[in-house]
């Protein structure tokens, strides 16, 4: 089993920045690959990053790309993403997950597994 829990989320104005935090447990958390998601109201949840299990690769969603910094800190089971230059399309609920299956860029969410609860991140105009 893999407890995962999301925070940093919160309201910003368009142009801000976040950082959020997932913190893993339950499972050897250093040697998995890890992804964030997020899911706007109405619409599907949709990939924004992911990271190797060592952080030596990364990879992001066009949307974000040069605005979203994902990272890892193996030491303290934690997986992290830098939000900056915030835009009102970037509402949604964050969440973070553990790759289970398919390739080293994979960027479906059934490729991944043990969902957090989600961080809340909203950008006012």
């Known amino acids: 089993q893999v407890q995962l829990v999301e925070s940093g989320g919160g309201l910003v104005q368009a142009g801000g920045s976040l950082r959020l935090s997932c913190a893993a447990s339950g499972r050897t958390f250093s040697s998995s690959a890890m992804g964030w998601f997020r899911q706007a109201p109405g619409k599907e949840r949709e990939f924004v990053a992911g990271i190797s299990w060592s952080g030596g690769t990364t990879y992001y969603a066009d949307s974000v790309k040069g605005r979203v910094t994902i990272s890892r800190d193996n030491a303290k089971n934690t997986v992290y993403l830098q939000l900056n230059s915030l835009k009102p399309e970037d509402t949604a609920i964050y969440y973070c997950?553990?790759?289970?299956?398919?390739?080293?860029?994979?960027?479906?969410?059934?490729?991944?597994?043990?969902w957090g609860q989600g961080t809340q991140v909203t950008v006012s105009s």
């Open positions: 997950s553990v790759k289970l299956t398919g390739s080293a860029s994979a960027t479906k969410s059934y490729n991944y597994g043990y």
